[in-house]
């Protein structure tokens, strides 16, 4: 009968309390994080109230985000998740690097646009591609030469990375084959990979030769795919560039490769005044070589002034954790 909520003690016996025994009935302590804005987004509920955990990301102070998990826990599944929320209740730009080919059934649903980049595709994409709006500054070819040393990295790199005599000369030839672009801005005029293997043969030193030679294959061999000039339409409000079936070195080249895509579109919609949201599974694979994981830090760091939502997915902390970089991307202590 006490026991019953009639506030009815038959049992004989008073305890009295200190504050701390007291405070386990009520959750003093717990923190909410609610932002009743009009974009906010649902994360979940707060474990210990079990309220509603709902965030706008543009209004944090670091919008950069990292879903990290066991395989098979939930991370892609989180992501797609958050993916349709915004896609619903925002008008933002959402864009997905998918290595294992597992996000087109939503953007299909949503009207959104799949691009399948793979040896046999007829879908290409330039990595050459340029704007004028690439970089703040005066020189746009600066930052791309960063990304296409980046790329040449995974290409002719060893353990060791390209050599200082190697990037100048890739250096030295990147800013020949754009400033024939930057004369005469057409379409028509936007470099290939090949362009820059023809200059690298131009060059006298043994070096540019040695990168021209690791670059044949993927000019004139088996492995073209990023010697083709843009095809595809990557307007769409919804993009997902699938890359399951580039092999694996393929894959870095292709998420690095997309990654500057978006980044050519996080420019464009900067103008637009529109935000961009980009989701990229398997981010760690991009932090393993020097150069590459530099670039990605860049790009990344440079998202948030331009109005880029970038997330991260990941299952291997302890990649993501060799990186130096992981603070200066998401603002967060190890
Ligand atoms: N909240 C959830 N409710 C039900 N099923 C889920 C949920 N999250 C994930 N799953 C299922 O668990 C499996 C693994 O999820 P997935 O997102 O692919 O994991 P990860 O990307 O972390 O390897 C999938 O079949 C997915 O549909
Ligand atoms: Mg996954």
Redesign the pocket.
């Known amino acids: 009968m006490s026991s019953l909520p009639l506030a009815y003690n038959q049992i004989d016996i008073q305890r009295g309390m200190t504050t701390s025994s007291t405070a386990i009935f009520v959750p003093f302590t717990t923190q909410e994080l609610f932002q009743p804005d009009k974009e906010a987004l649902y994360y979940g509920l707060n474990a210990l109230s079990n309220n509603l955990i709902m965030v706008d990301r543009k209004k944090l102070k670091n919008p950069n985000g990292l879903i990290l ?10 992501a ?1 998740r958050e993916i349709a929320n915004a896609f619903l209740v925002t008008d933002d730009d959402v864009i997905i690097s998918d290595p294992e080919s ?1 996000y087109s059934p939503l953007v299909e649903r949503f009207g959104g646009q799949v691009i399948k980049i793979s040896p046999t595709s007829s879908q290409f994409i330039n990595p050459m591609d340029i704007n004028m709006n690439y970089s703040d500054d005066d020189n746009p070819v600066a930052l791309k030469a960063d990304f296409i040393l980046s790329l040449c990295e995974l290409i002719v790199g060893g353990k060791e990375g390209l050599q200082p005599i190697e990037k100048t000369v890739i250096d030295r030839c990147i800013h020949k084959i754009y400033q024939k672009y930057f004369e005469n801005p057409v379409p028509e005029n936007m470099p290939l990979l090949e362009d820059l293997y023809n200059a690298l043969l131009a060059q006298e030193e043994s070096e540019a030769k040695h990168v021209a030679t690791a670059l044949e294959i993927y000019v004139h061999g088996s492995l073209n795919v990023f010697n083709h000039r843009t095809n595809v339409d990557i307007t769409n409000r919804l993009v997902c560039y699938d890359i399951k079936d580039l092999g694996k070195q393929l894959k870095k080249i292709g998420m690095l490769v997309v990654q500057d895509q978006v980044w050519g579109r996080v420019t464009e919609n900067r103008s637009a005044g529109k935000s961009t949201r980009y989701y990229m ?1 398997e981010m760690h694979l991009l932090l393993r070589d020097e150069q590459t994981a530099a670039y990605t830090v860049e790009i990344w760091k440079r998202f948030r002034k331009w109005g880029g939502i970038p997330t991260g ?1 990941t ?1 291997n902390v302890k990649d993501l954790l060799a990186s130096k970089e992981v603070e200066n991307i998401f603002g967060a202590t190890r």
Request: a neutral charge; proline letters at 7%.
């Open positions: 998990g066991t395989p098979g826990s939930g991370k892609s599944f989180s797609k597992e599974d997915i299952q």
